[in-house]
């Protein structure tokens, strides 16, 4: 079993949908919490970080932590076209630097 | 804040040449840098982890005579591809964590590399 599981889609959506994507892990010493975005030949950007438990949110996009079920979620409102991308979570445990990353979900926003 | 180059962005090299590929922190100092390795449509590989410095630590499998890192200030490390063969085509990513934010890596643009 790997530490972190992500279903690598693809999933298209219709341009205003609301997308949800998802991970979960099998570590319960996981304490932070990333998603990425990915564009095709780029490096990935870091969207949201968030720390245990909780919702986070920043603009359209908003993190969920559920560490009880080992799940997080990244929801994505009124998605747009440029949202077409891979998404990958990670995360890690205090005190480690190196990070645990999903397979990555490849998203496309149909206008 | 926190942008992260990488040069070149595109490399074609001959098989038993060696490639420089560089990584720098922009607009803040880096205290820990990584490299990556990816592959079409799969995710993330870390190769090294990397302190201004210090030697670099390299993930099981990863020959350090082979992908040499060098960490030569807080804005900039260096992997050095030697003697490349067409297997080592693929694209390396860094990445660079700062002080007080060391779960946060910000990853540079990618470097396509090309064996030929």
């Known amino acids: 079993q790997k530490e972190v599981e992500q279903d690598p889609g693809p999933l298209s959506v219709p341009e205003g949908a609301i997308v949800s994507l998802n991970c979960t892990y099998s570590?319960?010493?996981?304490?932070?919490f990333m998603w990425y975005r990915q564009y095709s030949r780029k490096g990935p950007e870091l969207l949201m970080y968030?720390?245990?438990?909780g919702n986070k949110e920043d603009g359209r996009f908003t993190a969920q932590v559920d560490k009880s079920s080992k799940y997080i979620s990244l929801f994505i409102r009124d998605s747009q076209p440029s949202d077409s991308a891979t998404y990958l979570c990670?995360?890690?445990?205090?005190?480690?630097?190196?990070?645990?990353f999903g397979t990555g979900t490849r998203l496309t926003i149909i206008p | 804040g926190a942008v992260v180059s990488q040069h070149p962005s595109r490399v074609i090299c001959k098989s038993g040449t060696s490639v420089k590929i560089e990584c720098r922190s922009l607009?803040?100092?880096?205290?820990?840098m990584f490299w990556y390795r990816q592959f079409p449509k799969k995710s993330l590989m870390l190769m090294a982890t990397?302190?201004?410095?210090?030697?670099?630590?390299?993930e099981q499998g990863v020959e350090k005579d082979k992908f040499l890192i060098n960490h030569a200030s807080l804005t900039l490390s260096t992997l050095t591809v030697t003697s490349a063969h067409p297997e080592d085509s693929s694209f390396y990513i860094c990445?660079?964590?700062?002080?007080?934010?060391?779960?946060?890596?910000?990853f540079g643009p990618g470097t396509r590399l090309t064996v030929t």
């Open positions: 990670a995360m890690t445990d205090f005190g480690n630097e190196k990070l645990t």
């Open positions: 968030t720390y245990s438990s």
């Open positions: 570590n319960s010493a996981f304490q932070y």
């Open positions: 607009d803040f100092q880096a205290t820990t």
């Open positions: 990397s302190n201004e410095g210090s030697k670099a630590t390299y």
């Open positions: 990445s660079a964590t700062r002080q007080g934010a060391s779960y946060e890596q910000y």
